[in-house]
Structures are given as structure tokens and as C-alpha cells.
């Protein structure tokens, strides 16, 4: 709904007399004659005449009016176009509240880079690979050396550019553009720094206790001997997907087979669904600590995978907010993550060690009676949580049992 025009024209004649005359008294109290014979009467109805016909040409905005405004915003090319195109008395013939609304909409469009809304916002548009941009002010985050890199620098603005998945390669390439695209929007004084992210490489230490019938639920699994030839050739055929279906099990159809021998152990691997099936001739001869041991290398994948996509900046998820530069990494977080997966009954420290693994100790933040709590991030910064090198280890009641 547009807004309203407000009404200027709202004081009559007789208001601004009657205005005036009432505050005689309190600048000028030895004033006393106020009828219209008075000279200054006179002079304030004179003034009150020409304040009338003013506001009377202030609350009417006519047509030559609106066509200075429109050459003013949209500049001499345009008003050189509307000329060629209608002729000198172009502002006659055009609609004129269609040229209004398409100059107002062209004032919103962002161009002026002033703002770090304004940097981020025209970095996204620079370039479609880019998935996540930060804006970091009065810093040249170009820099190699720390000390000079987080030197504050009043005139320096620096663009952190994070590419999708599939673009990480184009990176050059992606700086190039960004910063080709900023350096004529620029203020004069400003000058323009375009670098990639930078990451923090963090390994996890910890102890996982799963659930008592997490094994038994996911991984015992029997067929028929008629499926023996399916499973030596690795063909995970219709009659095995229909066996499979009847026992109420969703497979995704990206499925592979081994055989281990000599006990003669099929492991069917889906990949997608991340399950491992076990398939024997008699299922009840299989061990339980064998499933468990099995599962132990798909859980670690799942909750390496799960904590990689809590830290991925450019993860679409329905948390409120993504993983931002310089956000400090901290133990809770990843307990609270792990805690919420089906397959976890608790997790704990082990062997009362530090959860977290980093080159630099100093990166270390700890509580005041000495207990680790996380890991402190400088401002341009990510977390790198890498598949190898973790120290995760699995156990479960089938063991201790």
C-alpha cells in the first residue's frame, strides 16, 4: 500500500492571523493594540496573505515539477533517451507515475558498496559459485603475518569468499572476479582486499557408548541359500531387494558385496543409507562382537560427517543461524550434537584426555579450574574437521558383556 501525500496546504488565512496574534504578548507584552487599525496588525496580515498563497504552491507538485525530479535521479543518458525517443516535450507525453515507480525502484538497487551489508550482498551477486561471504572491516586480511594481518587499518575493507563444494578449485578465479566487480563501487578512501577462508584444523578424542540393541536392530540379517550366486557375483538382484523388502528394510540400490572368507561372510555396504548388512547361511552363528565391530567404522564415518556439517558454513540446514567466521568451537556443542544421533546412548572423555586436538595449544580455551572448554578462532576463520585423525572410540554392553 503506498504511502500517502501529506496535506501542506492545512492553514488557512484566518489561522495564521489569529496564530500570529496570540503570540504577540510573548515576544513583544508592551504590544497592547492589537485591532486592525495597528500598523503591526497590518504587517501580519500581509505576512499571513503571501504564508497562504506559499503554502498553497508547495502542496501543489505539478508535472514539470516530477520531470526535474525524474532527470535528476535517472541522469542525462536517460533524459537523452526520453528525448530521442518522444522529442524535447517528452515529459507530455510519457505516464508519469510509471517513470516514478521505476525511478524509486531503481534508487533501492544496491550499487554504492558503503556498508558491509552492502560488500556481501554485492559479492554474492559478482559471482554464482559463491556460497557464503563475510565482510571483515579495517583489516587487510591479505597479509601473511598475523601480527600485521589483524592490524587495524582504517582504511581497508577485506572480503572472505567461501565457494561451493564443487568450485573450491576455482578459487583464483573467484577472487579475481569478486574483486573486479567491487573496485568501481568502492568509496575513493576505500581500498578492496578479496582472500579465501582460512581453517583451523581440529581433531575430536572422545569415547562413544551406543545404545544395548542398536547392533541386533541394524545388522543381523538372514537369506535364503538360493541368493548364494547373487551375493558371490556382487549382483544385488530384484529377488534380493524383494527379500530385503519383505523383512521391512529400505535399501537405497547403491549397494555393494564382499565375501569374507573362510567362514563364508557376505557384507552387503549401503552406501548411501550408511547400513551394513551381515549375511550368513545360518545368522545365528554370527557372532555379536563381530556386528559390533563391523558397525564401528560406519559410526565413526556418520559422526566425523555429522560434526563436519555442523561446522560447514555452507551447509543449508534448519538451525537458525550457520557456522560463522571467527565463532569459537566448543566441547558442549559437539556432546549436544552426538547426543541428539539415534545410534548413541552417551559420550564421554576418554581415559580423562582432552576431547579436542589442535597443532597450537595456545588455541586451547580452558575454565578456571583447568578443564578444556574449546578451541578460540581468529575473525577470519573456519574449523576443518578432516575424515583421518580422530581418535574415536566405540563401545558397547555386547562388549563388556
Known amino acids: 500500500m503506498p504511502l500517502e501525500l501529506p496535506n501542506l496546504d492545512d492553514l488557512t488565512y484566518d489561522e495564521l492571523v489569529t496564530e500570529a496574534i496570540r503570540t504577540i504578548p510573548n515576544y513583544a507584552p508592551e504590544w497592547t493594540n492589537h485591532n486592525p487599525a495597528d500598523p503591526g496588525i497590518t504587517l501580519i496580515e500581509l505576512f499571513a496573505y503571501l504564508s497562504e498563497m506559499l503554502l498553497y504552491r508547495q502542496n501543489r507538485v505539478t508535472d ?21 525517443l518522444y522529442g524535447r516535450d517528452w515529459c507530455e507525453k510519457v505516464d508519469l507515475r510509471e517513470e516514478v515507480r521505476l525511478a524509486v525502484l531503481g534508487v533501492r538497487d544496491r550499487y554504492r558498496a558503503v556498508t558491509c551489508e552492502d560488500f556481501e550482498e554485492l559479492a554474492k551477486e559478482a559471482d554464482a559459485r559463491i556460497t557464503c561471504v563475510r565482510c571483515v572491516p579495517k583489516r587487510n586480511l591479505e597479509l601473511e603475518d598475523p601480527a600485521e594481518r589483524y592490524q587495524e587499518r582504517s582504511d581497508r575493507i577485506s572480503m572472505i569468499v567461501v565457494p561451493h563444494s564443487n568450485a573450491t578449485a576455482q578459487l583464483t578465479d573467484i577472487i579475481n572476479v569478486v574483486k573486479q566487480d567491487l573496485e568501481p563501487r568502492r568509496l575513493l578512501t576505500t581500498k578492496i582486499h578479496v582472500v579465501g577462508p582460512r581453517y583451523l584444523t581440529v581433531r575430536v ?12 536392530d541394524k545388522f543381523q540379517f538372514g537369506l535364503t541359500l538360493n541368493s548364494q550366486s547373487d551375493l558371490d557375483s556382487n549382483n544385488f538382484s530384484a529377488s534380493l531387494r524383494q527379500q530385503f523388502e519383505n523383512s521391512n528394510i529400505s535399501t537405497s540400490g547403491n549397494i555393494t558385496i564382499s565375501v569374507e572368507e573362510p567362514d563364508k561372510k557376505w557384507l552387503l555396504i549401503d552406501e548411501q543409507l550408511k547400513n551394513i ?9 554370527l557372532n555379536a562382537e563381530e ?8 559410526i565413526r564415518t556418520k559422526i566425523i560427517e555429522s560434526l563436519k556439517q555442523f561446522v560447514d558454513p555452507k551447509t543449508d540446514t534448519s538451525e537458525p543461524e550457520r557456522w560463522s567466521f571467527g565463532r569459537n568451537l ?5 556432546y549436544e550434537l552426538l547426543d541428539k544421533m539415534t545410534e548413541i ?26 578443564e578444556l572448554v574449546g578451541v578460540e578462532l581468529k575473525l577470519d576463520e573456519l574449523v576443518d574437521i578432516p575424515l583421518s585423525g580422530n581418535q574415536i572410540a566405540i563401545k558397547s554392553s555386547i562388549q563388556s558383556s
Open 64 to 84: 514539470k515539477n516530477v520531470c526535474a525530479f525524474l532527470k535528476l535521479l535517472n541522469g542525462t543518458d536517460w533524459t537523452q533517451n526520453k528525448e530521442l
Open 205 to 216: 578424542r572422545l569415547t562413544i557408548a551406543l545404545k544395548d540393541d542398536i547392533v541386533e
Open 277 to 285: 548388512y551381515i549375511v550368513r547361511k545360518e545368522v545365528n552363528e
Open 291 to 298: 556386528k559390533l565391530n563391523v558397525y564401528q567404522d560406519i
Open 330 to 334: 566448543y566441547i558442549s556443542e559437539i
Open 345 to 370: 546412548d552417551y559420550v564421554e572423555n576418554t581415559n580423562d584426555q582432552d576431547e579436542l586436538i589442535v597443532s597450537d595449544s595456545q588455541r586451547l580455551l580452558f575454565h578456571a579450574s583447568g
